[in-house]
């Protein structure tokens, strides 16, 4: 079936460095969506690209979707304490469900 | 804000034991959802839910699961007879239609001992 495989695992950084998450899928999507999901917390949408090369930008996180539809990235600008969690990609599948990506979990050094 | 309520946060419950997992969706969200979360793992997709039948369901839906939507609010998970593997979160989630955006709920802490 359907799965998308997102890297790295683990990312810890200093606040005030960047951060990146990618997700690669071997087809094409018709979309996908970005969540994080703070510690002890639940999944909270961030974000759903649809075209190719999308680029969409929330304040010090901006989103891409590749021009192929096969992979996207999030990346935060000059990371703070509150962005601390696990940014998860998801692509939608039949029936409307949502495949997950492993997710990355976010640590932030203050 | 609407959002999706779960209850009970945390349940316990003994290997063998049938458990009732509840949810409220959003109000005029049409299509439901549960999906289960082993500790320190990714969301994994369990069912979804479209004019009161299945639409989807994962490998891990088995015959030990099933949804229903017993009147116009609430809807429910069910184990029938837990095992060990089961303990996970499960959360609920709802869409106003199936490439909606998902709003999940906070989550039921199933414990099996």
């Known amino acids: 079936g359907q799965q998308v495989m997102q890297i790295p695992q683990y990312q810890h950084v200093q606040e005030g460095e960047d951060f990146t998450t990618y997700c690669n899928s071997s087809t094409t999507l018709s979309n996908i969506q970005w969540y994080k999901q703070r510690p002890g917390g639940h999944p909270v949408f961030l974000i759903q690209?649809?075209?190719?090369?999308e680029v969409k930008k929330q304040k010090r996180l901006t989103f891409q979707f590749g021009e192929a539809k096969k992979n996207s990235s999030l990346h935060i600008t000059a990371t703070q304490t509150t962005d601390v969690g696990t940014y998860f990609c998801a692509v939608g599948g039949g029936g409307g469900k949502l495949i997950f990506g492993q997710g990355t979990e976010l640590s932030v050094k203050p | 804000e609407p959002e999706v309520t779960q209850t009970p946060s945390h349940q316990v419950t003994q290997m063998g034991q049938e458990v009732i997992l509840r949810c409220v969706p959003i109000s005029n969200h049409l299509y439901f959802y549960w999906y289960r979360q082993i500790l320190g793992q990714k969301v994994e997709f369990l069912v979804s839910f479209y004019n009161n039948e299945i639409s989807e369901k994962s490998e891990i839906f088995d015959d030990q699961f099933s949804v229903e939507r017993p009147d116009g609010s609430n809807f429910t998970l069910k184990i029938r007879s837990t095992k060990l593997e089961d303990s996970a979160m499960y959360f609920c989630a709802s869409s106003e239609a199936p490439k909606n955006i998902q709003y999940f709920g906070a989550g039921t802490r199933l414990s099996v001992l």
């Open positions: 690209l649809v075209k190719s090369g």
